[in-house]
């Protein structure tokens, strides 16, 4: 189970690419991510991202693992919380000057609980990051506009 979502961002792919993966930027793009900590010195597979994020009126804590970084081209993620594993990957392709991406969310649940609640966990999921992208496009054409011009 899981979803997927494509955006064109009209700005270089080095930008992108920089802002998607440099998570200093979470909390400014994405309204329900609270805190973010990068755990190692630098982005790379294996580096590990705490996160801070709220789910409804909770905050819940979660780290993510670096699964996939080839600069420019492929970013992905994976976290595994309470019987929930969640893989986002995403693909970026320069078009015109701008930048595409594709995103695949993949979701698995574990146990009976999470089985049962499956619809309603995939819902949470997608309402929480189903529109990630767009907020990544308007957080990126809102902050560099300066410098295309």
């Given at each position: 189970?899981?979803?997927?979502?494509?955006?064109?961002?009209?700005?270089?792919?080095?930008?992108?690419?920089?802002?998607l993966?440099?998570?200093?930027?979470?909390p400014?793009?994405?309204?329900?991510?609270?805190?973010?900590?990068?755990?190692?010195?630098?982005?790379?597979?294996?580096?590990?991202?705490?996160?801070?994020?709220l789910?409804?009126?909770?905050?819940?804590?979660?780290?993510?693992e670096?699964?996939e970084?080839?600069?420019?081209t492929?970013?992905?993620?994976?976290?595994?919380?309470?019987?929930?594993?969640?893989?986002?990957?995403?693909?970026?392709?320069?078009?015109?000057?701008?930048?595409?991406?594709?995103?695949?969310?993949?979701?698995?649940?574990?146990?009976?609980?999470?089985?049962?609640?499956?619809?309603?966990?995939?819902?949470?999921?997608?309402?929480?990051?189903?529109?990630?992208?767009?907020?990544?496009?308007?957080?990126?054409e809102?902050?560099?506009?300066?410098?295309?011009?």
């Open positions: 189970m899981g979803f997927k979502r494509d955006v064109h961002i009209k700005y270089p792919i080095d930008l992108v690419f920089r802002v993966t440099t998570f200093e930027y979470a400014k793009v994405l309204d329900h991510i609270q805190e973010v900590e990068v755990l190692d010195e630098e982005v790379k597979v294996g580096t590990h991202i705490k996160e801070v994020r789910i409804g009126n909770q905050q819940v804590e979660n780290t993510l670096v699964t970084y080839e600069p420019y492929k970013f992905a993620t994976y976290s595994k919380q309470n019987g929930l594993d969640l893989h986002y990957i995403y693909t970026l392709s320069e078009v015109d000057g701008g930048t595409d991406i594709h995103f695949e969310g993949n979701i698995k649940t574990k146990g009976l609980r999470n089985m049962l609640t499956k619809p309603v966990i995939n819902r949470i999921i997608k309402k929480e990051d189903g529109n990630h992208l767009y907020q990544l496009k308007q957080y990126v809102m902050n560099y506009k300066e410098s295309q011009e």
